[in-house]
């Protein structure tokens, strides 16, 4: 509530007869040079100044805002409201749920915990593909999804019922993202606040750091850790430093044949190499106009890939546009006019803000891109995809060329289990012409037994193929990133029926999806009748959900995933995703990519990632002749035609008029009720977690943290896939055995995602992804890399080889502190709380790599770890440290005095693991504790705790 008005700010906008209470951002000296973005925050401090937490003097800071000067003025951020996934957001209201019996313990109300912003999930992240190419498998994908999920889901319906502001859209519907952009966003909010109705941005932080989609629309949002959304949700202004802001220049169109996906990987592999982390990036120019609003929401996702906390587009003509077609009622609209050009917001292309660096891409000069195999600023062009996949395989591939026949297993009845295998035959003379194929990409690469491992697959009909590294097992239109633009999804079915016309389907080794990001997609498919046509080729809908993008991917083809592990082969996986981290897609994939929609298609009947699309030919079309890419790529003006004829206001209207009313599975799941939550101590989907046990409302003085080992020495781009995965969880590793111990079959393991509300799982699955590579094991394994969840065990004599989690509980017993060593970028990746909450839980103290990715920095201090970097151009190789030493940090007690010492002394001295002759190593480790209010998380032993103590 805001108390003060110290710049008179306060003022009425008229919109038909209907008067609203705005603050103008043109009584701040300034203001009329800051770019959009920032012309944002700055309506949010005028609106929140209350004296104390938001002042005149940040106002002031922003208003004089030095465009080339480094970040150092802190200000505090109250985002409109907090968007939520299932996954992370789960946590969060186990978290709020865990706080009201605190509130009680220390005496206060619990009904005093309730979102004080509204709060909204859309549940997303469960749906598994484990059914595909068929009619039934979306029908059977749900009923799974109730079955796996019914503990989590009558957990939210009571969190929909127990707390104030907050709106669940159940499953089954569409991805948060999207819904986000065809719904829930309203640009302008309005909302009545102490009687008066108010006008202002809408802006939001989110559980998932994709968020940012929510950018092409005008709207100032991003991820952040789900500990900094349950903050935000309770009234806590996001502390941060105002930024800096990169103008990027956008001029000319996208010509024929380029798609929005390539577009925003040429856009994320120049941020990535200019270097955006930490920045705000926002769009300008003539160009802007001419980009589609869904293109925008494309480019805004793809933030967390470039890097930047958010990618915005300023709001105009087609802003309004987009708002009319997905059924915003005409006075919003006019609101969101209204307002904007009142505030200065309106996009102007002739004006030029002020923006602390330039970049300029000419639309004109985009060619068509993939990304891969493990990072989605790894763009390679699509004409040099096979040559550039002939290198990287070498890198993947053991050296063996011994063909072995491999026996289908699956019942020939089934075609949800693979698609239309039992009634397929496989074309052999084409089969070995692409192996052929196959052999000549590789030699040419320079080594064709390194790289090379082709095996015989018999199907249950008794044809076979050859599976070779580099084939493509799995072809997946998925993530909201392209789901949502109409463009690419309709290229892609008009690719699927040229390809249907001319005779062609998918390869019989391919598993295809498709997951739509809302109803509206299959509404226009149907309507197209495009729908059948990728049906043809084996792409039925799976699933409304992140699905094959965030691992979700089920079981490859049985007799497929067979030949693989059998065989160490390299397959790809090719995705309209956002991302393609190792390990994260299947765990039969090492390699994966990034696509647009219509060359997932286009993969699927090529069925090898070692493919030219301008020389090799997909096959032979019925008329017997070879059928080339060029020959089924459609063209943009019969995209637009069917976008023209098939897609309506009144279908966004009709599917989101009952968006948060869900099914009769939904409404007909049994749910407590209550102000405070009904555990069950049975449950292994929602449990009370520990954070407030022994709480007491004094602080506990922050000491120096001594005698601790380390944990882990990693390597670079250590992602939060790397520290905490979503997917499978492997059978045998600590997560599963004590799955087994409490009665879980293997089949019903279900994710680490779906997990989420299980402290005990979370703690176990923490730095259990199957890809990481934890140096500190090498030393006993002969110099061997190995991966997986390991470590070495120091309390024990020789400090054997051990799963991560049971040294942790070893060293916690024994009362020995934790500290990691990492790399470069360490916790890129998705928002994962719990790759915060699980290293915390794991008894690690501190972090200390060379730089960290935005989010998981934060959410280690909300979790009470600080996070330390090593001196610049110093790495833990490079000082000489290998993890066998005992770690002390001296000097972080300075912050007992309200401040926040700059660096602290480490010292690393050789223990009896160590090797021979090994000296101790003493460095200034710099503290990213950046700002006064992440100061006072750490101290309170974390965010939760703060919030917790300031609310009783």
């Not at 003493?922 to 950046?930: H, L």
């Given at each position: 509530m805001s108390t003060v008005n110290s710049f008179g700010s306060k003022s009425t906008l008229k919109v038909g007869d209907t008067d609203y209470e705005v603050f103008r951002i043109d009584t701040v000296p300034g203001h009329e040079k800051l770019p959009f973005s920032l012309k944002v925050l700055l309506e949010n401090l005028l609106r929140t100044e209350d004296g104390a937490n938001i002042t005149k003097a940040q106002i002031d800071a922003l208003g004089s805002w030095d465009p080339n000067a480094e970040p150092d003025t802190e200000i505090q951020f109250t985002p409109t409201r907090v968007v939520m996934q299932d996954f992370t957001g789960v946590p969060c209201i186990v978290d709020l749920a865990t706080m009201r019996e605190a509130v009680t313990a220390l005496g206060g109300d619990p009904k005093k915990i309730n979102p004080l912003s509204p709060a909204e999930m859309v549940i997303d992240h469960s749906v598994i593909a484990d059914l595909f190419g068929s009619d039934n498998a979306l029908e059977r994908n749900v009923e799974i999804e109730y079955e796996r999920n019914g503990e989590r889901y009558q957990f939210l319906r009571w969190g929909q019922t127990a707390f104030d502001d907050f709106k669940v859209v159940p499953p089954g519907t569409g991805i948060v993202h999207q819904v986000n952009i065809e719904h829930l966003a309203k640009v302008i909010y309005d909302r009545t606040v102490d009687g008066v109705l108010r006008a202002y941005p809408d802006t939001c932080v989110g559980t998932d750091s994709h968020t940012t989609m929510v950018n092409g629309l005008g709207v100032l949002g991003w991820g952040v850790g789900g500990i900094e959304a349950e903050a935000a949700m309770l009234g806590q202004p996001v502390s941060m430093l105002i930024p800096r802001v990169v103008g990027f220049k956008l001029t000319g169109e996208i010509p024929a044949g380029v798609t929005a996906t390539d577009v925003v990987l040429t856009i994320t592999d120049m941020l990535r190499k200019h270097g955006v982390v930490g920045k705000f990036v926002e769009f300008?120019?003539?160009?802007?106009?001419?980009?589609?609003?869904?293109?925008?929401?494309?480019?805004?996702?793809?933030?967390?890939?470039?890097?930047?906390?958010?990618?915005?587009?300023?709001?105009?003509?087609?802003?309004?546009?987009?708002?009319?077609?997905?059924g915003r009622d005409e006075h919003a609209v006019q609101l969101v006019e209204d307002y904007a050009k009142q505030q200065k917001l309106w996009h102007d292309p002739s004006v030029e803000p002020a923006f602390s660096e330039y970049l300029e891409l000419d639309l004109a000069t985009v060619v068509p891109s993939i990304a891969g195999p493990k990072r989605p600023q790894d763009r390679i062009l699509l004409s040099e995809a096979k040559s550039q996949f002939g290198k990287d395989i070498l890198n993947y591939a053991e050296a063996t060329d011994e063909a072995v026949e491999v026996e289908g297993t699956f019942p020939a009845s089934d075609p949800g289990t693979a698609p239309g295998v039992e009634h397929e035959t496989v074309n052999h003379e084409h089969v070995s012409h692409q192996h052929e194929h196959a052999h000549a990409g590789l030699l040419a690469s320079g080594d064709r037994h390194a790289a090379s491992n082709p095996v015989k697959v018999t199907q249950p009909s008794g044809d076979s193929y050859l599976l070779d590294n580099g084939a493509v097992t799995l072809a997946a239109i998925t993530s909201c990133t392209n789901t949502s633009n109409p463009s690419v999804m309709i290229a892609a079915g008009l690719l699927a029926r040229k390809a249907v016309e001319k005779g062609l389907t998918r390869k019989p080794w391919v598993k295809t999806t498709l997951g739509p990001g809302s109803k509206v997609v299959t509404d226009y498919y149907e309507k197209s009748g495009l729908d059948k046509d990728l049906e043809s080729v084996g792409f039925y809908t799976v699933g409304y959900g992140c699905t094959i993008c965030i691992g979700n991917s089920g079981p490859l083809i049985e007799e497929v995933s067979a030949a693989i592990n059998d065989n160490d082969l390299a397959v790809t996986a090719v995705l309209s995703g956002n991302r393609n981290f190792e390990g994260r897609i299947s765990p039969d994939v090492k390699m994966n990519y990034l696509a647009s929609p219509p060359l997932v298609v286009a993969y699927a009947l090529a069925g090898s990632m070692n493919f030219d699309f301008d020389s090799d030919s997909l096959g032979k079309g019925k008329d017997g002749q070879e059928v080339f890419l060029k020959d089924i790529w459609p063209e943009p003006a019969e995209v637009q035609q069917i976008i023209d004829s098939s897609i309506s206001r009144e279908q966004f209207i009709k599917q989101y008029a009952t968006v948060f009313d869900g099914d009769e599975r939904w409404t007909s799941l049994p749910t407590p009720t209550g102000p405070v939550f009904e555990w069950d101590e049975k449950s292994t989907y929602v449990r009370k977690p520990p954070y407030f046990e022994g709480m007491k409302m004094e602080l506990t003085p922050v000491t120096d943290i001594t005698g601790a080992r380390v944990m882990a020495t990693l390597g670079d781009s250590v992602t939060t896939d790397h520290v905490s995965p979503a997917g499978n969880i492997k059978a045998g590793t600590p997560a599963a055995q004590y799955l087994t111990e409490h009665g879980v079959a293997q089949k019903d393991f279900n994710s680490y995602g779906s997990r989420r509300g299980n402290h005990e799982v979370m703690i176990r699955g923490t730095f259990a992804n199957i890809r990481l590579k934890n140096a500190i094991v090498q030393a006993v394994n002969d110099g061997q890399v190995v991966e997986g969840g390991f470590t070495r065990d120091f309390t024990q004599p020789e400090g054997p080889q051990s799963y991560i989690y049971d040294a942790s509980q070893n060293y916690q017993a024994a009362g020995i502190p934790l500290v990691i060593f990492g790399g470069k970028e360490y916790g890129s990746g998705s928002s994962r709380d719990w790759a915060a909450k699980g290293t915390s839980l794991l008894g690690v103290k501190a972090v200390i790599t060379e730089s960290f990715e935005r989010i998981h920095r934060s959410n280690l201090i909300g979790m009470g770890v600080v996070p330390l970097q090593f001196p610049q151009g110093e790495s833990w190789e490079s000082l000489g440290l290998d993890g066998t030493e005992i770690v002390s940090i001296t000097g972080l007690e300075e912050l007992n005095n309200g401040t926040t010492?700059?660096?602290?002394?480490?010292?690393?001295?050789?223990?009896?693991?160590?090797?021979?002759?090994?000296?101790?190593?003493?460095?200034?480790?710099?503290?990213?504790?950046?700002?006064?209010?992440?100061?006072?998380?750490?101290?309170?032993?974390?965010?939760?705790?703060y919030v917790l103590r300031s609310l009783v």
């Open positions: 300008y120019g003539e160009g802007v106009g001419s980009v589609p609003l869904a293109n925008r929401a494309t480019i805004g996702n793809m933030s967390p890939e470039f890097g930047s906390t958010a990618a915005m587009f300023p709001i105009d003509d087609v802003t309004l546009d987009y708002l009319r077609l997905t010492p700059k660096t602290v002394k480490v010292t690393a001295t050789p223990s009896e693991h160590s090797p021979a002759g090994k000296q101790p190593v003493e460095f200034d480790a710099v503290v990213r504790i950046d700002t006064p209010g992440e100061a006072d998380y750490y101290r309170n032993g974390g965010i939760l705790q």
